[in-house]
């Protein structure tokens, strides 16, 4: 209730008390008296009205300046959205409707995933992400949401989808070691069911199709360095087939696809990837060295150190999957730095750049491999 209503009632209830009063006296008798209290009420009665007339005035002046403030404030905001929603998106290269193309990657928020995602849209297609966040972040695609280019969905692809789209990106499976072993039968699944469905929306809307494979499909190789025409060296029972046997069936599958309906597949096998949004506990070699030397831990190095690892930066991975997918090859392609190193390079280059205080220390290497592989297998027997 408004402070003008309150003192108005208040004004009512004083003219019915004197009022009141007023009656009983000339019912009283004494006339004169009851004459002068009558009208004393009266002018206490008007100039009450006064009082509340200039109130209220000054209230609805009030009322009226917040009214032009609102409105002046909400003409500020608008425009203020409007600066914003023109430049809070990266660079977008404008193409018309016959260039531009649509884009589904699956896996879209991952590490990998979202750069291309950021490479597809600068280059002005219409993107679409579909992933179910298992491993990858929203926060990785954050800049995109809301433009008219770019769509995020939550589903798992194990589960069909049905879209239109002229190119697909099948990205989705989880890439690292504490991932894929997490739950091996999903892995399993994500890289045989996930792209069946895959392969079969490529072929209903005549779609091309890149499959990003690994080198882990390669197994534990005994050529160095594997040259895609090697059939590779791969126990179908360790603790990484789930992830490795996967791999290789899905990449038969979009070879059984090409030569059955005549559906063009890309299969890119990724070597070692490095670059922003890499995920510090994913249990790979430079992720593991930058958060030891981050926390001075000790720097760990499984046997000698001499073991050679080749690291492609994460955008020269980009650049080399739109290339693959806008080629006419469709033979399996090695993606990586052929330019190796030993560990033992990389962690004191690492520990060097971050200024870390600490020490590298090796440990036993078959100590820790058949550990491991040989609990795994008690498990699974």
């Not at 408004?2 to 009656?23: D, E, N, P, S, Y």
């Not at 879209?108 to 992933?131: I, N, P, Q, R, Y």
């Not at 800049?143 to 190119?167: C, R, T």
């Not at 991932?179 to 045989?192: F, Q, R, V």
């Amino acid at each position: 209730m408004r402070t003008g209503q309150i003192k108005k009632m208040g004004c009512v209830l004083m003219v019915f008390c004197l009022t009141f009063l007023a009656v009983y006296v000339l019912t009283s008798g004494e006339n004169k008296k009851g004459e002068d209290i009558l009208e004393n009420v009266k002018r206490q009665v008007r100039t009450g009205d006064d009082d509340l007339q200039q109130q209220v005035e000054g209230i609805n002046i009030k009322i009226e300046n917040l009214e032009n403030t609102i409105a002046m404030l909400k003409s500020e905001l608008q425009l203020a959205k409007t600066k914003i929603n023109a430049t809070a998106y990266p660079h977008v290269k404008k193409r018309n409707y016959s260039e531009r193309k649509r884009i589904l990657v699956t896996g879209g928020a991952g590490f990998v995933g979202s750069h291309l995602v950021d490479a597809l849209m600068a280059d002005g297609h219409e993107v679409t992400v579909v992933d179910n966040f298992f491993t990858g972040r929203k926060q990785n695609v954050v800049h995109w949401i809301g433009h008219p280019n770019f769509e995020l969905m939550n589903h798992d692809i194990v589960n069909p989808i049905f879209i239109e789209v002229d190119e697909i990106y099948h990205l989705a499976s989880p890439a690292s070691p504490p991932n894929y072993m997490y739950n091996p039968i999903k892995t399993i699944k994500t890289n045989t069911l996930g792209t069946i469905n895959m392969l079969g929306l490529a072929k209903r809307v005549k779609a091309k199709m890149l499959l990003a494979s690994t080198s882990e499909v390669y197994g534990d190789p005994e050529q160095h360095p594997q040259t895609e025409n090697y059939w590779g060296n791969v126990n179908p029972i360790g603790p990484r087939a789930c992830y490795d046997e996967a791999k290789r069936v899905a990449e038969s599958m979009c070879y059984a696809y090409k030569k059955q309906e005549a559906l063009e597949v890309r299969v890119a096998r990724i070597f070692n990837t490095f670059g922003p949004r890499m995920y510090m506990n994913d249990g790979r070699v430079v992720s593991n060295f930058i958060l030891q030397c981050l926390q001075n831990k000790s720097v760990t190095i499984y046997g000698d150190g001499q073991q050679t690892r080749s690291f492609q930066y994460v955008t020269d991975l980009v650049e080399g999957l739109i290339q693959l997918m806008n080629s006419n090859y469709s033979l399996p392609v090695n993606l990586g730095n052929p330019e190796e190193h030993s560990i033992e390079e990389f962690a004191t280059i690492i520990k060097k750049l971050s200024g870390s205080s600490s020490k590298i220390v090796h440990v036993k290497a078959m100590e820790m491999t058949q550990g491991k592989e040989s609990q795994i297998l008690k498990e699974l027997d």
